[in-house]
């Protein structure tokens, strides 16, 4: 960003040299502003849902428009998406990072992948736990919870409902290429590029 013009754009044609723009060249400002305000939305509202587990502020591609600004076309955010140390954080950061894979009103294909394989790495985690449990010789501390709160029996069939989806839509891009077998657990994965 040492560009001192990168990411500035022109607002609502009160830029001096717009006025010297055909209604072609106008109405594609009109279109890149647009561009820029949504996809600066999108990648802020990765942001606040993945507060914590952001590694880098949002990266932004830009174009340049007839009025010689630069408009953001693309972005990303980074997100750590490395297991926790333990079963339980490990469902929980999960949890955080579907959520903030999600979190836009019209998550990107690679959004939808992040979140699939935040919720293939919360499943191998809850096995570890169910696991751990059967060694001891109790239930799974999870059932335990649901069978004496119906609260938390109501959360668990959703869950489960949305990791099923989300399991279904993974099976799909996997059948289709998109998406690799095995979820990657590498710090600073992006979650989006919006385009």
Known sequence: MSQPDR???????THANQASLTAEQQAEVSKLQK???EV???????????AGMVTSGASYTYTRGPDGQNYAVAGEVSIDTSPGRTPEETIA????????????????SQDR?????AAQMAAQARQELAAAEQEKGGAPAEAGVADADPAAQQSQAVAA???QGIAAYQRQAVDAGAVGAQPSASPGMPIDLYA
């Open 93 to 108: 950061r999960a949890e955080r990072i579907q959520a903030a894979a999600l979190a836009p009103a019209e998550p990107s």
């Open 35 to 37: 561009i820029d305000r």
């Open 40 to 50: 600066r939305q999108h990648e802020m509202a990765h942001m606040a849902a993945g």
């Open 113 to 117: 992948s992040v979140a699939a394989q």
């Open 161 to 163: 409902q949305k990791n």
């Open 7 to 13: 990411g500035k754009k022109a607002e609502g044609g």
